[in-house]
C-alpha cells in the first residue's frame, strides 16, 4: 500500500493537470448545440482511463449521449468486483454574469479548484481512475476487479442507462457499486450517504389565444395564461407548506422515531445555514425540521417559468403561452410514475375550460435507500478512518442520483455513495468548485477502499 500512497502523494500536479483538462472541456448534456463537446468530453474521459491503465475502454453510443465503460479484470475469478459509476456531463451554467472566473476556465484559488463539473462530478469521478492508475502504475495490479461505467446524462435524468444496463448484465455483473457524487455532512466531516431522494420533472404549458396580444384591448375579456399558470402552481401547496396534489404523500414512508433522534443529534446551525445563504430564516412543511425537510421529505419547486415579455423596460400583451418547469423531489415508497399521474391529473382538473394545457414528463428517478450493513458500507467506512482518521458519519441528502435503484434491481449490486463533495461546492450554482484537500484525500480513499473491499 506504501508505493500506491507514494505515488499519490508524487502526482498531485499531474492529476490536477488532468482534471483542469477535462473540466476546459463544456459538456452540458442538456443544451442540444453541446452535443461535440459532450463527444469530446467521452473521448478525453476514455484516453485518460486507457493511459490510467485500464482494459477494454470502449464508448458505447446511446440514443442519447454516449458512456464511457472500461475495466481491468486480471485480479483473478476469487476477487470480488468493483463497478464504479460517476457521469462526465455537467449542469448549463447560466446566470454567467454570476460566475467570478469562466465555468469551463479553472482557477486555483484558495486550496479548490472553481469550474462547472469540478465537484458534480469530473473531479469525484476521476479520482477513482487516479487511484487505479496509482495501483497499476506501482505495484501493478489491483487487489479486485473494476469496472468503469461513465455516462453523460445524470443532469439530464439517465434517461437512456436504464435500457444499457438492462442489455449489457453480464459486462457490469459486479459486487458492489462505488460512486462518489454526495458530499460529506460538512468539511472536515468524512461522510457516507445512505438515502437519496428520487425526482418527477415536468414541464406544464399553458396556452391561450393564438397570438400574444394587446393587453388594453383583450385584458379583461380573455383568460391570461400566464396569470392561469401562476394560479395553478398556487394551487400545488398549501399554508403549511404541504404539497396539494391528492394522494401526493400515499407511499411516503414515515420517518422512524429513531431517524428522527438521529437528525437532532446532527451538528446544524440554523443561523449559520441561513447565514450562508443570505436569508433571514427557513421555511417549510409545518412539523418537520430543516434537514428532515431537505433530505427526508418529498418537496415540490418550480425551476423555471417563462412568458410573455422578459426584455428591458415594459411591453403591454396578454402573452398566447406559459410554462413552468417542475420538479418534485420524492423519499421512499413513492413511485415517480405514479407521482407525475398525480399531478397530471390535478392540474387537468384545476385548469379552466379558457385553456388548453400539456403537461411534458421530462424525467423520472426512483429514492433510494442504501442497506447499510453491505461490506461496501463497512469497507467504505475503514477506508475514510485509515484515510482521515476520524469517524464517518451517515447521512441522508436531497438530491437524486436516478440510477442508483437500476443497480440494486438489475444488477442485485448495492452502491456505496462514498462522496467527497462538501456543502459549499456551490454544484448547479455559479462558482461551483471542489476542494483540492478532498480531490487528493478522495484518490486515497478510494485506494484504501479498493483494499478493503478485497479482504
Ligand atoms: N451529484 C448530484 C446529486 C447530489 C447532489 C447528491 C447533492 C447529494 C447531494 C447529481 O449529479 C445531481 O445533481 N443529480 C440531479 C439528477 C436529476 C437531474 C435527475 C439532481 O439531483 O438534480
Ligand atoms: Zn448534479
Known sequence: MNDILTYISNNKEKFLKELVEFLKIPSISSISSYKEYMIQAAEWLSENMKNSGLNNVKIFPTKGHSIVYGEWLD???EAPTVLVYGHYDVQPVDPLNLWDSPPFDPVIKNGRIYARGSADDKGQLLIHVKSVESYLKTVGRLPVNIKFLIEGEEEAGSNHLDEFIENNRELLKCDTVLISDTEWFAEGIPSICYSLRGIAFVELTITGPNRDLHSGTYGGGIDNPLNVLCWMISRLKDDYGRITIPGFYDDVRPLSK????????LPFDEDEYCKDLGISMVNGEI???TLERVSARPTLDLNGIYGGYIGEGAKTIIPSKATAKIS?????????DDIISKVENYLKNIAPPTVKIEIARLHGGNPVLVPLDSKGIKSAVKAFQNAFGKEVLFTREGGSIPIVSTFLEVLNAPSVLMGMGLPGDNIHSPNENFSLENFYGGIKVSALFLEEFSK
Open 75 to 77: 485480479a483473478g475469478k
Open 258 to 265: 429513531d431517524e428522527r433522534e438521529n437528525f437532532k443529534k
Open 287 to 289: 412539523g418537520y425540521t
Open 328 to 336: 418534485m423531489r420524492l423519499v421512499p415508497d413513492q413511485k415517480p
